[in-house]
Structures are given as C-alpha cells and as structure tokens.
C-alpha cells in the first residue's frame, strides 16, 4: 500500500478509533466474503480475465488507427472514471482525442459535438449499464443518424458503434445485439460509480493513451496489500467518527491540478454511496492553489461544520526552476510543497481538523491504488454509517418526475 494516509491531523481519539476495528474488519471480511449484492469489484482486479483484457485493447487500438475522435456516450458511473483518469494521467502511447457526451441537456454542448463529428472520422461507444438512463438515450439516439450519415448506411455506421453494457439485459444490449455492434460487459454485480476498472473505464482509458494494465496491476497490489489488516481502514473510521463529532461535510482539496476530475469522481462515489438515511458527509472538493483564491477565506473562516482532506502528490517528475524575479532559484514543486503545507498549518491554526492523502508518483501504476483504496474507504465508512454503499433510490425521484413532465 504505497497511498499514504495520515489522520493525526484530525485529532480523534486513538481510542475512539481503536473501537471501531473490529467493526471495520468485519465490513472488510463482508466485502471479500462474495457473497453481498454489488461487491463484485472487490476482486475483480485479482481475477482480471485475460481474454477480456486482450479484447479491449485489441479495440483501442482499432479505435486508434482508424479514428480521430473517439465519443464517449455516458453519464454518471458509465462516463467520471474514465474522464477522471483520462485528466490525471500521462499519456504512454499516443492515444485518440476522447470526447465524453450525453452529460447534460445542454442544446449547445450537443451542437459542438455533432459539428466536430461531422468534420472528422469518429468511433462512437455508448456506455450504459441499465441502457435506459435519459440522458444517454438522447444522446445516443441524436449521435447513430449523424454516424450513419457520415459514413453512407446503418450497416457502415454500426461497425464504427461499441456498445459497453449489461452481459443479456437492457434496452442497449438487445439493440446492440441486433444491429451487430461490438460489445463489452460490465458486470452485474458492480455498480456504476464502481465500475472505473471495468470496461466501461478501461476502454476509453486505452483509447486515450493511458498503460490499463499498470493501472490494473496497481489496483491489485492495492486490493492485496497487508496493510489493510493494521490501518488500510483508519481513513474509512475516521470519516465515520467525523461525522459523530458533528461534522456533516468534508472538503476533499487536492494539490495538483490534473486531479480536478478525479475530485467529482469521488463526490460521485461518496455522495451516492454514503448519502441516505439522513447521513453521510456531504463531498465537496476544491483545487488548490485555484481555489484558495475564492473559497479559501471560507475554509479558514466561515462556518466550520466540515474536516479537510488534503490530497498531493509526492514526486512531480519534473522540474522547473524559476528563472528570475523574487523567487529566482526555486522550483514550482518547492512552491506547491510551499502551499500545501502552508495551507495545512493555516487550517490547523484555525481550529479545522486535516487530514492527509499521499500519492508517491502521477502513473497509471499508483492512480490504481488510489481509486481500489477510494472505493473501499467509502464502502466501509457507509456500512459503519449503517447504509447500504450500493444503491441509489433517491435518484430515481427526479428520473420519475422528469418522464411524468415528458410523458413517456
Ligand atoms: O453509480 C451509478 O449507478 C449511477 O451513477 C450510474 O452510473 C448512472 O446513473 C448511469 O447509469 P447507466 O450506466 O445505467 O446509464
């Protein structure tokens, strides 16, 4: 386990924690047992199948040498892993542009990418687990006559369509099947906010360049790390305890500005797996330096219902020197470390409780850590909550809603 998590900062009571152990290797052992409703990521990256894996890299590369622009239908879990890690991580082979779409309602947004499809050669791939989710039906449905109409007939366009869906079930399997596009699984037993190590992350990832089986192996090291058994769970019981001390929110503030999006992919997995029942912290994630020059005044001196979680990264692997003027002779990461501890010292200062995230190095290898460690961290602390990490009921109340005003 090379994520480093340190929780001094928020100084809880080493009993306090000690008393929640037990609790949190019981909801370990529930996890690992098999035998839970949508558990299936657990160990998936133990169990990677090598023919799947093959299969999905052999269809980046399609996508790669055939076409410049590679869409990306898919909202929610189907669409924030891959956009988070296709953000934060370097490159190591030359990839295709992705273009994720069907995110909102927003008629311009639509237009762009219709116009950007038409003046190039795309590949589209809608990703949809239960392949009725509004937002990607619209989107879908707009995109297949734009593809059609690029390339001459149905038949042309539904060899340039990938389809990552339920294995026999949904709308989008049975169309996929009958118009004969290419198919990837994401299995039945995983949700979509866990779903980034599945083929609905790791396609677009490998399109874009990005080394999937570093950050499998990642994942895996991760997922069978010793650690776990001393303190891989202290973050997950800390967060609980927060929540018992009063605090409702957590400010997730990540250093280094390629991990904006990974900060919604965690608001997207914290939110929606911990907020029911009345409880769970509310996620709020914020980029620093940016932020400090807009929120930062909040965080040192409004209303302190939340605890900070600072994440940064240990080696930037580059160096630039300032060249000249005040700071002449210092490196940017000398002034990032500079900020990052300069704002914990702040914040501590004012009373607020601070803990810290460290990831050694930006590469696929560690990224993969992090995003196992994320998911478990928030599945143990929402079964200490007492809620259930893997469902979603309160999202179906707006969906109810909006078909009742479209009448469908
Ligand atoms: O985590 C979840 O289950 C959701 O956020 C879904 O990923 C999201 O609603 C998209 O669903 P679907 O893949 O069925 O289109």
Redesign the pocket.
Known sequence: MDIKVNIEGLALDAGAIEKKRADASKSLDRLWSGSEDMTGWVQAPINVNEQELEFILNAADVVKHEADLFVVV?????YLGAKAAIEALPKTESGTPVRFFGTNFCTDYYREVIAEMKSKKPILCV????GN?TE?RAAFDTLKPVMEEKYGSREEAAKRILAVTDEKDGSLRKEADENGYTTMVIPKNI???YSALTPAGLLPMAVSGIDIRELLGGAKDMATSPDWDDHGTDYAIARHLMQKQGKTMEVIAMCHSRLGYLGEWIK?LYG?SEGKNGQGLWPATLTYSTDLHSMGQYIQQGRQNFFETVVSVDDPQYTITIPEGTLEGKTIEELNRAMTRGVINAHRGAGIPVAEIHIPKLDAYYYGQLLYFLETTCAVTAMLDGVNPFD?PG?EAYKAEMRKLLGI
């Open positions: 898919g909202i929610g879990g189907s990703i949809s687990k239960s989710t990607i949700g979509g906010r997207q929606e979603q999202v």
